[in-house]
């Protein structure tokens, strides 16, 4: 690993990812991006488009903020159209019609997705998008725009239902850590596989780990859980995936790992519900 300005760079992925030049595609199957980074820094421009809205609109206040986070469930106080825990009791809440409930568990599904490009705090999404800086453009050059898309989408996704599954159900989660998560854990798959010297990442995981867990009142362990969890897996997927075949067998893996999310979200709903 060589230092960076903020975490690390990975020369032997890098270089994996840009051998045999003249190939039109990756190592790992993806067409080679002639812009390399360029889906991240869109990634970065959807983000930070999102926050200025957010502030723009009131910040912790803003109506963005409930709309976009992932709330697994809240209900309605009635015709004043307010929600717990602003208004109603708890019990109330339990109680409630399930046509007055809003959350993932009242039928806000987006939120799964929207909660990943949501921030309030300017150190939040400072943060993450300075990590997603130093990771994605490595990954966009190693896997190619449209897998490394797709990791960082579905990773983030595995976070949020990780997030529904485990955290409070009245309690908003935001942020786009469960993805940056997904990217540290499948840039550790890939190091692995070109036999990388893996020892500044591991120290920087450790880091976010330690960060994650002192923190553990303010910060999602669960997204962060999920999202690495996720982006190990779908490295896996990609990288040892059979040359033969292997666009079939690496989208197969990624319809599989869509597929449990899907099915994580259903019960969980239906045990909310």
Known sequence: MRDAAVGFQCPTCVAEGRKETRAARTPYGGLRP??????????IAINAAVWLLIISTGGNRSVWVERLALTPRVCSAGDSGSYYPNITTADQCARAPQGDWGG???GDTYQLLTSMF??????HIGFNMVALWILGPQLELMLG???YLGLYLLSGLVGSAVVYWFSNPTTPTLGASGAIFGLMGALLVLAFKVKADMNQLLVWIGLNVAITFFGR??????????GFVGGVVLAL???????QRRTAWQASGFA???LLVVIAVVT???VLT
């Open 34 to 43: 002639t812009r390399n980074g360029l889906v991240t820094q869109v990634l």
């Open 104 to 106: 993932v568990a009242g």
């Open 118 to 123: 949501t921030h309030v705090d300017l150190w």
């Open 145 to 147: 725009r449209v897998r």
């Open 217 to 226: 009142s303010t910060i999602s362990w669960q997204g962060h859980l999920g």
């Open 237 to 243: 997927v990609l990288a040892y995936a059979p040359r």
């Open 256 to 258: 599989a790992v869509a």
């Open 268 to 270: 969980r709903t239906a």
